[in-house]
């Protein structure tokens, strides 16, 4: 049955395809952004779509026919726009979102032969060449700048350690001039006194020469005087042999006077007996002088002898005397030399000390530069230029999961970190009075925001507080902060020249940083010492009850009810400390 359906006039398909031609006019269908044929095509098929079902009703077709064929119409003008149209749209869209995404594996293909979608795809595409060819030259310049940096990072390492092994050395060096100039005083002391030792011997072998001359003077005139009583002797034997003469002579006269000079022999007697008695004695006294003028002479021999000794004793001592004087100059120039050595070695220390710290911060800064450099190549990182290639995005959700592990235990302290870390101070306030920043003053100034300060003010001196080091870092971990918050001071105050002196030379805050240093390396030493000797002794402990015997009862000697042992202290693992380039976190 045919739909009563009224046939639409000439005129009516006019006015329907003039509606077409203004609707593509006005925009509804897309002009530019096809080629003049499709868009010929597109204009037609739908002019075509809204006249059929006029025509077929016109020239008597039902209006279902007419429909069906407005249909088709419509449907091959879709499959058309479909074909030439969304799918070249949707390829452009993938390629975009690939672009977005830092993904330039793929190069972007030209695959629209012309008109709007064609200069799209062309403009996609330099953008992709200049990115590419703008990440491929950074990557290129960061890789060296990489090797670069990372080769200055090592060798200020490596000249860290050798000019910290240079300071020991020297400082050891140091301590032995020390002792060495010690020695060499006591020495020039000793010289002293055996200078003085030899003047004294000295005196007293001239005093000894001065007394042996003089008994040997005596000597000899004991000598002559033995030549002078033997001369004497003489006189007196000659006397006595002529009394003797005399007397002998009296008594002959007196024997021929007869009883008349009987008297005087008696006297002539006598006389003869006294000279006689004066001859021996005169005898006995020239033999004791003889035997007295020959010791004497022995005695003068060995005088002489002694004198000569004396003389050699006086000579022998005043070269020694001469040998001390030597030796007490050559003491007093060599103590003079060696306190000469030891002021140029210990200014010398002072100097290698200065140059270790300054090597210290120039590897600091080369490590501080690695990373910014390893910072920029990771912001490169967000383009993928090759398949094998891996995202910023998928490292960083990995990074994220081991920072969140690391601070899993807020207890644990890395040393290494923090030693790191104040060491980076020196560069944020340089970065920070170049760029003109404003910083915190009042949470730099405080000693218990920083990792250092939360460890030493929890877990560490809850730990570690006993220890003498633990104190002296209390202390200078103080002094640091103060020093560092008046320099933040400073460059909040636009005092710039004033803070960059304050940052060079031996300032406070050098002195100060240099000593917090010094003090966590010792900690750690001693820390991780007792960790271990206590790690030792819980194995010991551990070991020890499993080569026990068993007593009745089951249980072990020494291990019953109340035989508790003390836990021994847990050992300060290596905690990765992160924190936000933002934040003014110090060791």
Request: net charge positive.
């Amino acid at each position: 049955m045919r739909a009563c359906v009224p046939r639409p006039s000439a005129d009516a398909c006019a006015r329907a395809c003039r509606a077409a031609r203004r609707c593509a006019a006005a925009g509804c269908l897309p002009r530019r952004a096809l080629r003049p044929d499709l868009r010929g095509r597109i204009v037609l098929g739908t002019a075509a779509a809204g006249v059929l079902p006029l025509l077929g009703l016109h020239l008597g077709l039902p209006w279902w026919v007419a429909w069906v064929l407005a249909a088709v119409v419509v449907a091959t003008v879709a499959l058309l726009a479909q074909w030439h149209l969304v799918r070249p749209i949707a390829r452009i869209v993938r390629q975009a979102e690939h672009l977005a995404s830092g993904d330039l594996v793929e190069p972007i293909t030209i695959d629209t032969p012309r008109g709007e979608l064609r200069r799209i795809q062309l403009a996609l595409q330099q953008v992709e060449l200049g990115v590419r060819t703008v990440v491929r030259d950074i990557r290129h310049e960061v890789a060296n700048l990489r090797g670069s940096t990372q080769e200055i990072a090592a060798g200020n390492q490596d000249l860290s350690h050798r000019t910290e092994n240079a300071a020991a050395s020297l400082e050891q060096t140091a301590a032995s001039m020390d002792e060495i100039s010690g020695t060499t005083q006591e020495t020039a002391r000793l010289a002293d006194e055996g200078l003085a030792l030899a003047r004294q011997t000295q005196a007293l072998a001239r005093s000894g020469s001065d007394a042996v001359a003089a008994l040997a003077g005596t000597m000899r005139d004991i000598t002559d005087s033995s030549q002078r009583i033997t001369d004497i002797i003489q006189v007196i034997e000659g006397v006595a042999f002529q009394t003797n003469i005399l007397a002998l002579n009296a008594a002959v006269e007196a024997a021929r006077a007869g009883e008349a000079g009987r008297g005087f022999a008696v006297v002539a007697g006598e006389v003869r007996a006294l000279a006689q008695r004066t001859s021996e004695a005169a005898k006995q006294i020239r033999q004791l002088i003889t035997e007295s003028r020959e010791r004497v002479l022995v005695g003068d021999a060995r005088t002489a002898e002694a004198s000569e000794r004396m003389t050699a004793v006086m000579e022998a001592v005043q070269r020694v005397a001469r040998m001390f004087e030597d030796v007490h100059h050559s003491a007093n120039e060599q103590k003079l030399g060696v306190a000469q050595i030891a002021e140029a070695i210990a200014s010398l220390d002072a100097v290698t000390q200065q140059n270790a710290a300054m090597v210290e911060q120039l590897a600091a800064a080369a490590v501080s530069l690695n990373e910014q450099v390893q910072v920029v190549h990771g912001t490169i990182r967000v383009f993928r230029l090759t398949p094998k290639d891996v995202l910023l995005v998928k490292e960083n959700a990995v990074k994220l999961r081991q920072t969140a592990q690391a601070k899993s235990d807020p207890d644990q302290l890395d040393f290494d970190a923090a030693i790191k870390a104040h060491q980076q101070w020196r560069i944020k306030l340089r970065n920070a009075i170049l760029k003109d920043e404003k910083l915190d003053v009042a949470t730099i100034r405080r000693d218990d925001c920083c990792a250092v300060g939360k460890w030493i003010y929890g877990a560490g001196g809850r730990q570690w507080g006993s220890l003498p080091l633990f104190a002296t870092l209390v202390e200078q971990h103080k002094k640091f902060h103060q020093e560092t918050g008046h320099i933040a001071e400073l460059v909040n105050a636009g005092k710039m020249e004033d803070a960059n002196r304050l940052l060079s030379g031996e300032s406070a805050f050098i002195r100060a940083g240099r000593a917090v240093v010094d003090t966590l390396q010792k900690l750690k030493a001693a820390v991780s010492g007792m960790a271990k000797s206590a790690h030792i002794q819980q194995r010991t402990a551990t070991a020890a009850p499993k080569a026990l015997p068993t007593v009745a009862g089951g249980t072990k000697p020494g291990t019953g009810t109340g035989a508790g042992r003390a836990a021994p202290p847990a050992q300060p693992t290596a905690a990765a400390t992160t924190a936000d380039d933002g934040e003014w976190e110090t060791f």
